[in-house]
């Protein structure tokens, strides 16, 4: 039942590889295929699972019938919570546990075929330089980049190519702070630099540690607290639209 037993990845190379196809197909089946995989789960069916397969595919399913299975088997009955709460929560559910699913499957291959300390530490970095597919579906880690971005120096080359004003994407420091952790100073050339990106709201310069916020859309950037938007808020919002492009977008 199981695309991983038609062949045996045997070095930490060949399970990675294992690991990504399995991984984009479960990715794919909780965002483009969302609609087809929501349907699949349907409550009123028995104990169903989701599996990756490496060729990147996915497939919903019951569990395999023999015990103990050939591999280690994801979570079950994925269809019996789907009613009971809002499905962006339901797939974050069902991704941190294919997540889990996919450690254990690399990792069992990889006590399989005898890796050792070395091989199994790899193995695990190369894992972590991917997100997650709980990152991956619940937006983490665009909003990761962007909060990094808002905080971190570009690079003076990146900031004259930026379009639309974007070479500006990093926080502004007032030159009034005279105090500064070590990793939080600005370089002073940069920070003249970046320092005519205002704020689409309210046209002023940004402040020093204020929140800011990037519209998808248009790419502008506002204060947080001109378009009453939270760090805690901005957590939850997969693609942020100001204002005024909600505006244009509700329009007929």
């Given at each position: 039942?199981?695309?991983?037993?038609?062949?045996?990845?045997?070095t930490?190379?060949?399970?990675?590889?294992?690991?990504?196809?399995?991984?984009?197909?479960?990715?794919?089946?909780?965002?483009?295929?969302v609609?087809?995989?929501?349907?699949?789960?349907?409550?009123?069916?028995?104990?169903?699972?989701?599996?990756?397969?490496?060729?990147?595919?996915?497939?919903?399913?019951?569990?395999?019938?023999e015990?103990?299975?050939?591999?280690?088997?994801?979570?079950?009955?994925?269809?019996?919570?789907?009613?009971?709460?809002?499905?962006?929560?339901?797939?974050?559910?069902?991704?941190?546990?294919?997540?889990?699913w996919?450690?254990?499957?690399?990792?069992?291959?990889?006590?399989?075929f005898?890796?050792?300390?070395?091989?199994?530490?790899?193995?695990?970095?190369?894992?972590n330089?991917l997100?997650?597919?709980?990152?991956?579906?619940?937006?983490?880690?665009?909003?990761?980049?962007?909060?990094?971005?808002?905080?971190?120096?570009?690079?003076?080359?990146?900031?004259k190519?930026?379009?639309?004003?974007?070479g500006?994407?990093?926080?502004?420091y007032?030159?009034?702070?005279q105090?500064?952790?070590?990793?939080?100073?600005?370089?002073?050339?940069?920070?003249?630099e970046?320092?005519?990106?205002?704020?689409?709201?309210?046209?002023?310069?940004?402040?020093?540690?204020?929140?800011?916020?990037?519209?998808d859309?248009?790419?502008?950037?506002?204060?947080?607290?001109c378009?009453?938007?939270?760090?805690?808020?901005?957590?939850?919002?997969?693609q942020?639209?100001?204002?005024?492009?909600?505006?244009?977008?509700?329009?007929p």
């Amino acid at each position: 039942m199981d695309g991983g037993g038609q062949y045996n990845p045997r070095t930490v190379e060949e399970v990675f590889r294992d690991f990504k196809g399995r991984r984009a197909g479960m990715i794919k089946a909780l965002t483009t295929d969302v609609e087809e995989f929501y349907q699949q789960c349907d409550p009123e069916k028995e104990n169903l699972c989701l599996y990756g397969f490496p060729n990147e595919q996915w497939e919903v399913n019951l569990p395999a019938e023999e015990v103990p299975p050939e591999l280690p088997e994801p979570a079950l009955g994925i269809n019996f919570a789907r009613d009971g709460m809002q499905e962006k929560d339901w797939l974050s559910l069902v991704a941190v546990h294919s997540d889990a699913w996919l450690l254990a499957v690399a990792f069992y291959f990889g006590a399989r075929f005898g890796f050792d300390k070395t091989d199994r530490k790899r193995l695990f970095t190369m894992v972590n330089d991917l997100p997650t597919i709980f990152e991956v579906v619940t937006g983490t880690t665009k909003k990761q980049s962007k909060e990094k971005s808002s905080v971190s120096n570009l690079s003076s080359n990146k900031s004259k190519s930026g379009s639309k004003g974007r070479g500006s994407e990093l926080v502004k420091y007032s030159k009034g702070m005279q105090e500064k952790d070590e990793d939080e100073v600005v370089d002073e050339e940069e920070e003249e630099e970046h320092g005519e990106t205002l704020c689409g709201a309210c046209g002023e310069n940004y402040a020093a540690d204020e929140f800011w916020i990037c519209c998808d859309i248009c790419e502008k950037w506002f204060h947080g607290k001109c378009v009453k938007i939270t760090p805690a808020r901005a957590e939850h919002i997969k693609q942020y639209k100001c204002p005024s492009c909600s505006n244009k977008r509700a329009r007929p």
